[in-house]
């Protein structure tokens, strides 16, 4: 890593800049796993390339959403935390705050809209967290949460429109980086883009040529579309997606933020994620859920994009449930 390359004071996105990604691996780091860095010769020899694989699903809550929540509790007053936690998630960040919220022996509701896999449901409950199903739709828990925050007076903790989480979730890259410096390309789930970002804005505070890859389904294509217009898109078609915490229309100011340290969008097939999946239980005997599989279908289905490049996939996490689990294997 030369040091010519550091960007320490530049700020990229939500006025955020590496600094601010160091200081949050500071915050949390008696609170989060470092995760492994694992070079994949399964997946360099068969795509070619030099691939390597953040395994975020071996965090302590079995995503990376823990990175994100701690960093925003860690940085509230001791008020705002005793008045107890309230989020809105398809899971993954609802297990994370509720994490926090027994880490710290504080109140927290967690809403999850219908459809959320019962594992995600099941890791709330575990960590003694108050679970509410509302909504068919994220949206629809969402806006329940804000009214549980505002009847409560609780402090809400947002999954993906927070600067602190942002900075939280750009540890991972950070991570990446401090154990292989010459990483040039960075594949990453899009989801609501607060993993996506984080990792932009670490990357390219560090190397600004390091390119920053979103990946989603087209089945839920709204990041592709929103970059192919250069604003906000949600005037597409969503279906049912295997990649479930990816799924659903996303929001400013994410996309605005996100065109200054992403360099593009990659839309892969159901398919292909259902394979990707089981490539990593039978190459890797790890088991991993859609959302984070998507990174290594993008590998698979565009091969030639990055046969000359070092690679990192975030992969995000492993909640999947034990039905979908073996009607794929």
């Not at 860095?37 to 360099?44: A, I, K």
């Not at 100011?253 to 239980?281: H, Q, Y």
Request: proline share 4%.
């Amino acid at each position: 890593m030369k040091n010519e390359n550091l960007q320490m004071g530049r700020k990229y996105a939500y006025d955020l800049a590496l600094t601010d990604i160091i200081k949050a691996k500071n915050r949390i780091e008696n609170i989060v796993r470092r995760t492994p860095l694992e070079y994949s010769p399964s997946l360099s020899h068969e795509y070619g390339g030099e691939h390597w694989l953040k395994l975020e699903n071996l965090q302590r809550t079995g995503s990376f959403k823990l990175r994100g929540a701690a960093n925003k509790v860690m940085s509230l007053s001791e008020e705002e935390r005793q008045r107890g936690l309230v989020c809105a998630s398809a899971g993954n960040h609802a297990q994370a705050v509720a994490y926090m919220a027994k880490l710290l022996s504080l109140p927290a509701v967690i809403v999850v809209p219908k459809g959320t896999p019962q594992a995600k449901i099941d890791g709330v409950a575990r960590f003694g967290s108050e679970a509410v199903v509302f909504g068919d739709v994220y949206e629809e828990a969402q806006d329940y949460a804000y009214k549980v925050a505002d009847e409560r007076g609780m402090t809400f903790i947002h999954a993906y429109l927070d600067p602190m989480t942002i900075a939280g979730q750009g540890t991972a890259a950070l991570e990446v980086l401090l154990e292989e410096p010459d990483i040039d390309t960075f594949i990453v789930p899009a989801g609501g883009g607060g993993l996506m970002i984080g990792q932009g804005i670490a990357a390219k505070g560090i190397n600004e040529d390091i390119r920053v890859i979103g990946v989603q389904t087209k089945n839920s294509p709204p990041w592709f579309y929103s970059f192919r217009d250069k604003k906000l898109n949600n005037d597409v078609e969503f279906k049912p997606s295997i990649a479930d915490g990816l799924a659903g229309k996303i929001e400013e100011p994410n996309i605005t933020e996100s065109f200054k340290c992403i360099d593009e969008i990659i839309l892969v097939d159901e398919g292909t994620v259902r394979s990707a999946m089981k490539w990593m239980a039978d190459k890797h005997h790890m088991i991993i859920e859609g959302s984070s599989a998507v990174t290594i279908a993008a590998v698979m289905e565009n091969s030639e994009r990055f046969s000359h490049h070092k690679t990192a996939s975030i992969i995000s996490g492993s909640s999947v449930d034990t039905s979908l689990l073996k009607s794929i294997l």
